[in-house]
């Protein structure tokens, strides 16, 4: 009988031990695959004054200041340490562009630019989604930045352009393109084990 108990008792110690290694292989996998994205995108982030009808549209016009002045600068880049130099000698220019916004808007000229890297939920987008992960971003704070964000990526220029035109991912590896390209009506499975695995990484840091 105590023989019995004990084969049981290994049973379930592999089982769990088995359960652990397929954990955390996707876990890591999952690491990965987040850090290779990650590296080739530069996230942008616009924070409303506040959740009013007229904050939120404000927030819409200094993003389309924002995209008109970088997608050009952008043009030239040939990765993301390019896009990071491009837009860290612009932090100024962008913080006056959102300023005009908001004085023409007639709100108090008072917005942030920085570049830094923040934490992101999954997201979904028109045509394509990114998982949860850290991501280099240009964050821009309107006033006191207690509205509802406006998310997407400056680099490459996914903000506003077509998914459809094959020249919409040119500069992200073909595995990136694969990873973020959403197929209508599918949620991706391993963007969830991406997304716990961040919040589990963050937890315990």
Not at 79 to 94: F, H, K, N, S, Y
Not at 137 to 158: A, Q
């Amino acid at each position: 009988m105590k023989t019995k108990n004990n084969d049981r008792i290994k049973i379930w110690e592999l089982s769990l031990l088995f359960a652990l290694c397929i954990s955390l292989c996707t876990g890591l996998w999952a690491h990965a695959q987040q850090q290779k994205l990650s590296s080739q995108l530069v996230r942008l982030h616009i924070i409303a004054e506040s959740d009013s009808d007229e904050d939120q549209a404000l927030k819409l016009k200094v993003r389309d200041s924002v995209l008109e002045l970088l997608t050009p600068a952008l043009e030239e880049a040939e990765g993301v340490a390019d896009a990071q130099t491009i837009i860290e000698q612009r932090l100024d220019e962008l913080r006056e562009v959102a300023k005009k916004a908001m004085s023409e808007g007639g709100h108090i000229p008072k917005a942030e630019a920085s570049l830094s890297v923040e934490s992101y939920p999954t997201r979904m987008y028109d045509g394509f989604a990114l998982p949860a992960g850290d991501y280099l971003s240009l964050r821009i704070i309107l006033g006191e930045g207690k509205g509802h964000n406006w998310w997407c990526v400056v680099f490459p220029p996914l903000c506003m352009t077509a998914v459809e035109d094959s020249e919409t991912f040119t500069g992200l590896s073909e595995d990136a393109s694969e990873l973020i390209v959403a197929e209508e009506g599918e949620y991706r499975l391993r963007f969830r084990v991406i997304e716990l695995f961040e919040l589990l990484r963050h937890t315990l840091t």
